[in-house]
């Protein structure tokens, strides 16, 4: 039997360490994530008029703090809430380094129970896919909901989680190139039925899990968690959008062919269709 609690994201993200910071810019591909999220944050987070009271921003699962020294480096007051300690640990390592430690709280919580006042931040984070790792449906709308309760009101709430097309297709392409341990083509069929990858998934196929329990999620299920929460969907915008169709072997192309791979995302950021296929999906919304 498959011990369950080796696919606790908790887990996994404390044995992950480091990696996680080093993901977003591990590769053109993982980059397209940071750089589409990063727009948003850009147009719709609230400005900072007053560099001695800057908005106060929640960055809820924000791992090692990518997102949270980049918020600091542009003057928002951040509070980051991350579960795995190993994790607190590495952002608060890459705070100090950067010298923006005092601009950012670093504590213990969960996207289902933030522990926050009602309208205790101006804009709030749940990026890369805290909502994708609650596998219960109920638990899933109550995170949802913590996100809109700590955000004033029409206050911006993004959220990202992990798409189920772009999941799929991302396997089918490595289907019989990679090892066969990390093979888990076997599992899709099973997936898109249930769309939680969890331990039991894996061992019913016969497989050792490869990745964290996972809820995959489609775009019309996104935005109707979102709607329910009481959160105003904006956009849904694709991350990795049309390099989801490749995922690899972008370093054979030269610096003009990125670009123009950039700007199809641009053109086509907010298109319904590409954004359910996109591994990442990213939805702006208001409280």
């Given amino acids: 039997m498959v011990d369950p609690d080796r696919t606790d994201p908790e887990t996994y993200y404390d044995d992950y360490g ?46 090692a703090g990518r997102y949270s020294v980049w918020l600091a480096e542009h003057g928002y007051d ?3 809430v991350e579960p795995s300690g190993a994790q607190r640990d590495i952002a608060r390592e890459k705070l100090a380094e950067r010298g923006v430690s005092d601009r950012v709280t670093v ?19 749940c990026l890369g896919g805290p909502l994708s790792h609650v596998l219960d449906a109920d638990e899933r709308r109550e995170g949802a909901s913590e996100l809109r309760r700590v955000t004033v009101p029409d206050g911006p709430v993004f959220a990202s989680v992990m798409g189920l097309l ?19 083509l076997a599992l899709m069929p099973d997936l898109v039925r249930e769309r939680d990858y969890t331990a039991d998934l894996a061992e019913r196929n016969g497989m050792e ?6 809820h995959f999620f489609r775009r019309d299920e996104f935005e109707e968690l979102l709607d329910g929460a009481g959160l105003a969907v ?7 959008g049309v390099a989801a169709l490749r995922r690899s072997h972008f370093e054979e ?35």
């Fill in 209 to 214: 899990p490869v990745i964290f329990d996972c």
């Fill in 107 to 125: 504590r213990d919580g969960d996207v289902r129970d933030l522990e926050a006042a009602d309208d205790a931040f101006d804009a709030t984070l």
């Fill in 166 to 184: 772009g999941a799929v297709m991302i396997t089918v392409q490595y289907a019989g190139r990679v090892e066969p341990e990390v093979d888990d």
């Fill in 234 to 240: 904006e956009r849904v915008a694709a991350l990795e």
């Fill in 18 to 63: 480091e990696r996680e910071w080093e993901r977003l810019d591990r590769d053109f591909f993982h980059r397209l994530e940071w750089e589409g999220t990063v727009e948003q944050l850009e147009t719709h987070l609230p400005p900072v008029d007053d560099p001695d009271d800057p908005p106060r921003v929640a960055d809820v699962g924000g791992a």
């Fill in 253 to 287: 192309l030269d610096d003009d062919a990125r670009d123009t791979v950039r700007a199809l995302n641009d053109l086509l950021r907010t298109d319904g269709t590409l954004a359910d296929v996109s591994p990442h999906m990213l939805a702006v919304c208001r409280a």
């Fill in 78 to 80: 951040v509070t980051l």
